[in-house]
């Protein structure tokens, strides 16, 4: 076994510890089954409004499935460098692939991401009409050479994590008293990814300049999270504080992400977080991000609006915001457009 690295935070660093159920969690299983879907969404809802975060269990994912992502992400981050680099994702045109440290900072002017990574997503061929039509983020996935069992492992993942977001998507629309499909045309070729990350121990002070990930809210309508035992996500309370989210057995972290506090008029949080890695082991994690088609339109729900609360954001196109929150916090990508 590898040594621990010892670790001390710089004052500020340290997240509260609090007990996770100050981060609410939710027994999803009658939205699985269909046998009380409006008592979970009533849960969802309030967790969305109050916090923007929530641990879901009982979602009906194989625990034997996430075992086996988490493995096959450790053998990917154990090749070596040039193997990974042979899939960087400067050589995907859609945005696919291997970034190595430092690549993404996603609080760019103040933190430098101490972590690597590898993204999937939709894997559509070439004749795919969106593909043909060079519409951006859609296309093939990169896959590593030499490494068996892979590519299926993850895109059954990528499968089982759709179907989730899908259902949890249900949930939100009848908390909003919205038709309870409303979403399910917005997502039916969503730019969903599914990311695994690979953190390596950080010892001596950890200051804010060098974080596992720094501050920032996601970018897209949902995030499903997985982490492995050695904790490490924090999340930004209403009064500035940081609070600790350690992970809960057999359960999912789920957050709000930009544009569905967007559809929401920000009734739903979409809350700041970053990542520290102060355990002195490797972590790794394997958040899904789940967005929108890159043809959809996101702006202000009816039933989020009215004379005393008008729409507070511009609508935008879901692939435009994406695209724009990427050129902002990705290297390879500095340059390629403004950001809205």
């Not at 993204?119 to 050479?145: E, M």
């Not at 179907?163 to 070729?189: N, Q, T």
């Amino acid at each position: 076994m590898a040594g621990v690295a010892t670790a001390t935070l710089a004052e500020g660093l340290a997240g509260k510890r609090v007990p996770f159920d100050r981060v609410p969690v939710i027994d999803v299983g009658p939205l699985v089954d269909g046998s009380d879907p409006m008592a979970v969404a009533d849960e969802i809802g309030r967790a969305c409004r109050d916090v923007g975060f929530l641990y879901v269990r009982n979602h009906g994912v194989e625990a034997r499935l996430v075992e086996s992502v988490f493995a096959d992400a450790k053998r990917f981050f154990d090749l070596p460098l040039d193997a990974k680099m042979a899939v960087h994702i400067n050589k995907s045109p859609c945005h696919r692939g291997y970034f190595p440290l430092f690549e993404e900072n996603t609080d760019p002017d103040l933190t430098a991401d101490y972590k690597e990574g590898f993204d999937t997503a939709l894997d559509l061929p070439a004749d795919d009409p969106d593909v043909l039509a060079g519409v951006p983020l859609y296309g093939p996935n990169q896959w590593p050479d030499d490494l068996p069992g892979f590519r299926e492992t993850v895109t059954g993942y990528w499968d089982e994590m759709a179907r989730l977001a899908r259902l949890l998507l249900r949930g939100f629309a009848l908390s909003l008293d919205i038709d309870e499909d409303f979403f399910v045309d917005k997502v039916d070729k969503p730019m969903a990814q599914v990311r695994l990350l690979h953190y390596p121990p950080q010892g001596g002070l950890i200051e804010e300049e060098t974080l596992g990930c720094g501050a920032h809210s996601d970018y897209g309508c949902l995030t499903i999270l997985a982490q492995d035992e050695n904790g490490g996500l924090q999340l930004q309370n209403s009064a500035g504080d940081w609070i600790s989210a350690p992970p809960v057995p057999g359960a999912f972290v789920v957050n709000i992400g930009d544009q569905m506090a967007r559809w929401t008029n920000g009734l739903f949080a979409a809350t700041r977080h970053r990542v520290i890695n102060a355990s002195g082991r490797e972590r790794y994690s394997i958040p899904f991000f789940f967005d929108p088609n890159f043809h959809t339109l996101v702006e202000c729900l009816e039933t989020c609006q009215g004379p005393d609360n008008p729409p507070r954001y511009p609508p935008v196109l879901a692939g435009d915001y994406l695209l724009s929150r990427f050129n902002d916090t990705f290297q390879y990508r500095a340059g390629e457009e403004p950001s809205l």
